[in-house]
Nanobody, 122 residues
Framework: QVQVVESGGGLVQAGGSLRLSCAAS????????TGWFRQAPGKEREFVAA????????RSADSVKGRFTISIHNATYTVYLQMNSLKPEDTAVYYC???????????????WGQGTQVTVSS
């Protein structure tokens, strides 16, 4: 069983930056992956980015490519989502979760965190 806790959300102006963290604990397997998803009010949860715990593979949504970077601290399996050039449309609750492999499908993920609010003002 893996548990995750997100942190790092907040309020930022458009064009600003935030870094989210997802700390994992419990059973750890090198083939696992951590994914970030987000959900805005009235919208479905959408994939943002994911990384394998080995750090060898990443995947990100087209809407964030070139702006968001996902990385992992291998010793602790803490995953970071560096978000630059933020836009008001990035406003959402951001969740991290763990899957048994790299995936963009929310249904492949378990051990969801509580979420952290990111608000980008225009």
């Amino acid at each position: 069983q893996v548990q995750v806790v997100e942190s790092g959300g907040g309020l930022v102006q458009a064009g600003g930056s935030l870094r989210l963290s997802c700390a994992a604990s419990g059973r750890t397997y090198i083939n696992y992956a951590t994914g970030w998803f987000r959900q805005a009010p009235g919208k479905e949860r959408e994939f943002v980015a994911a990384i394998t715990w080995s750090g060898s593979s990443t995947r990100s949504a087209d809407s964030v490519k070139g702006r968001f970077t996902i990385s992992i601290h291998n010793a602790t399996y803490t995953v970071y989502l560096q978000m630059n050039s933020l836009k008001p449309e990035d406003t959402a609750v951001y969740y991290c979760a763990v899957a048994r492999g790299l995936s963009a499908r929310a249904s492949d993920y378990g051990s969801w965190g509580q979420g952290t609010q990111v608000t980008v003002s225009s």
